[in-house]
């Protein structure tokens, strides 16, 4: 069993977490609580430490499961010969875990960042299993109309210095603690739970892998898994969604969330104009109520079309 590391705040991490052989590889997850299962699934270079506050708030109520995507958080960190780090897999990743762990009906999904395309990705191919569905600056679908490609990533995986830095410096990861709170800064304890599991070159593999599987055109070997997740979107359009939004996000700004919101009209919406990337870190205490709300089964549990804005 993975541990957390000694030096970590464990008041800010309580859990006792789980792990389930996927591939060859240890999976690890965190399963608190009971009743319909709530799975929440994180993108780079994060882990389930960015959902420590959703568990602790929806576990009274729910089946709250968190994954740690291979290559990330307690997982393990196998190398590019064991394992491929495209999108495809982490979709069947996820599946499989859900299969073993026996949390397949009436799921509610929330997805931040890399995690839009992987959850959105599973749920869209048994969508008559999809309760509700959370979506937290993030995509699973190209870049919508006049948005370009974010410079940084093309940098860092174009250029032989941008995964040095990555993998030498963990700059990516640092760096995210640095841009993707715009509210307010992230604590240090926090900050060092981010960190925690990137301490090496070789714990860092799948944060420059995932920068490298964004898929930019049709050469690339994760673009046609890319296009079916955005084809297969229609299939959710029934499951109610809510969304919560940073607007300063660098990468899924504004442009993403209106692209969401053309897709899927009938969405709850929360947005947070100052709000950055890491939007629990930046506004974890005004969501987590709301969400709690929306995945609950009373009467204003989904409120169709609502807009919220909030400074």
């Known amino acids: 069993m993975p541990s957390l590391p000694a030096h970590l705040d464990r008041s800010l991490y309580p859990f006792e977490g789980k792990v ?15 009743g319909d299962p709530v799975v929440l699934v994180h993108g780079n270079p994060t882990w389930s430490w960015m ?17 740690d995507h291979i290559g990330c958080g307690l997982s393990d960190k196998p190398d590019d010969d064991a394992y491929p780090y495209t999108l495809e897999r982490r979709i ?16 509610s999904w929330v997805v931040h960042d890399w995690g839009g395309a992987i959850g959105l990705g599973a749920a869209s191919r048994r969508p008559e299993r999809a309760r509700r569905i959370v979506v937290m600056n993030t995509s699973a679908f190209g870049l919508p109309d006049k948005t370009r490609f974010p410079p940084i990533l093309w940098w860092f995986r174009h250029t ?26 992230i ?7 981010y960190l925690a599991p990137y301490r090496s070159w070789e714990s860092r593999r799948a944060i420059l892998r995932f ?8 050469h690339h070997r994760s673009w046609r898994t890319l296009l079916e997740v955005e084809a297969r979107l229609d299939r959710l359009r029934e499951v109610p969604m809510q969304l919560f939004w940073g607007d300063r996000d660098p990468v899924f700004g504004r442009t993403f ?49 609502r807009f919220e804005l909030i400074p």
């Open 257 to 305: 969330r209106l692209e969401w919101r053309k897709r899927f009209p009938a969405l709850e919406a929360t947005v947070f104009p100052r709000g950055g990337h890491l939007i629990l870190e930046d506004a974890g205490e005004e969501i987590a109520p709301r969400l709690a709300r929306f995945l609950g089964d009373g009467p204003d549990a989904v409120q169709a079309g």
């Open 51 to 67: 959902y420590r506050r959703l568990v602790t708030e929806l576990a009274p109520h729910h089946r709250v499961i968190a994954v």
């Open 160 to 185: 032989p210095l941008g995964g040095m830095l990555i993998r030498g410096l963990n700059l990516f990861c640092r760096g995210t603690m640095v841009i993707g709170c715009r509210r307010s800064r």
């Open 187 to 193: 604590p240090a304890a926090v900050r060092a739970g």
């Open 211 to 218: 920068v490298e599987d964004i898929p930019t055109n049709r």
């Open 92 to 107: 069947s990743d996820l599946e499989t875990l859900l299969e073993r762990i026996g949390a397949t009906e009436r799921i």
């Open 20 to 34: 389930c052989e996927v591939g060859g590889h240890r999976m690890h997850y965190l399963d608190e609580g009971e």
